[in-house]
């Protein structure tokens, strides 16, 4: 009966997100009008249509499916990178035990963020290592979160079938082309991504490596950020590996971003930095001990400080100048 309700719950959501329900509402009220001479009709205050307060509940209600959309659409890809579905052969059957998020400890806003969306799971900090884990292992739980995520789910496929199966859910595949502005990629970012700066090329890169399967290979990003589609390679050790790497488009980068925000701080904070960086990006070919290197060093050494305790091994730290501040006095 929950995942019947369920159903018809998010099937609302998105008619609710897409408008589709405003325009109907709308179309009824065109027909009332119509049937009474064309003559407004008006609604009292505790009627659906003609009241401010309802209208105005009505939008709010409307802004947070669009929410839940997004949300549900960050935390397939958050699964699709970090998550685990753990399944065990039981009396000769595929059990369903847990679903299992992984992060470091330093990304754990992501875990906090689906517990607070969902309003269950627990949280688990493992004090031997730098992770933290969220655990959802009721099978009512486990069968909400399924129902969120069907049919948003790209890499993890054959263990989410399975977890399917054992809860009695219809699997629905995925559009592995991913639509413009599509939260899943943000999801994906937060949990297996990298905001790297390549110094040679004088630039900051979003990466994402995955292992060459039959469902990574089908993955198409070439829409998901406007006007910036990433590059493709396939590497060596058995992997697909997508770059974003364009100087000129990289503020299309930033503007996806500031949309769909990552709850990884470190990464948002670099994707933040894409901005400002790209007004100073010229000041790497001035004189070493110019002042406009000197603001170009200070950027960089910002860039790979932020929550990275081993940004002294960087390798193009050696050709920066750390300074505590920078200062240039009138030489006559």
């Excluded at 292992?137 to 486990?142: C, H, P």
């Excluded at 263990?159 to 943000?186: E, H, M, R």
């Excluded at 110094?199 to 292992?211: A, H, P, Q, T, W």
């Excluded at 060093?297 to 193009?316: A, T």
């Amino acid at each position: 009966m929950n995942t019947i309700l369920q159903i018809y719950y998010f099937t609302f959501a998105k008619l609710l997100a897409e408008g589709q329900i405003y325009k109907l509402l709308c179309k009824y009220m065109k027909n009332l009008n119509s049937q009474n001479n064309n003559n407004t009709v008006v609604q009292s205050a505790g009627n659906l249509m003609g009241s401010s307060e309802t209208i105005r509940q009505l939008s709010s209600f409307k802004n947070y499916n669009r929410n839940l959309l997004w949300f549900n659409g960050w935390l397939a890809g958050i699964i699709d990178g970090d998550g685990n579905f753990d399944l065990r052969k039981l009396n000769n059957k595929i059990v369903l035990k847990a679903i299992r998020i992984k992060v470091h400890v330093r990304d754990v806003r992501i875990l906090t963020t689906i517990q607070n969306t969902l309003h269950f799971g627990r949280i688990r900090y493992d004090k031997k290592n730098p992770y933290c884990t969220y655990i959802v292992s009721t099978q009512e739980q486990m069968g909400e979160m399924i129902n969120i995520i069907n049919g948003l789910i790209r890499l993890k496929v054959n263990p989410f079938k399975k977890a399917c199966a054992f809860l009695d859910i219809t699997f629905k595949p995925s559009d592995y082309t991913l639509k413009p502005l599509d939260p899943y990629f943000a999801g994906l970012i937060d949990s297996d991504g990298t905001i790297v700066f390549n110094y040679k090329g004088n630039r900051i890169e979003c990466v994402l490596e995955f292992k060459l399967n039959e469902f990574s290979k089908k993955l198409n990003f070439d829409f998901v950020v406007p006007n910036y589609s990433p590059s493709a390679y396939y590497v060596r050790n058995g992997a697909i590996k997508f770059t974003y790497q364009r100087v000129n488009q990289m503020i299309f980068l930033y503007e996806y971003f500031m949309k769909n925000r990552l709850f990884c701080s470190m990464k948002f904070y670099r994707i933040s930095k894409i901005k400002y960086f790209l007004t100073i990006r010229h000041y790497q070919k001035y004189p070493k001990h110019s002042l406009e290197f000197r603001i170009y060093s200070s950027f960089l050494v910002d860039f790979i400080k932020y929550q990275n305790p081993k940004w002294p091994r960087v390798p193009f730290v050696k050709n920066l100048i750390i300074d505590k501040e920078i200062v240039q006095n009138y030489k006559q």
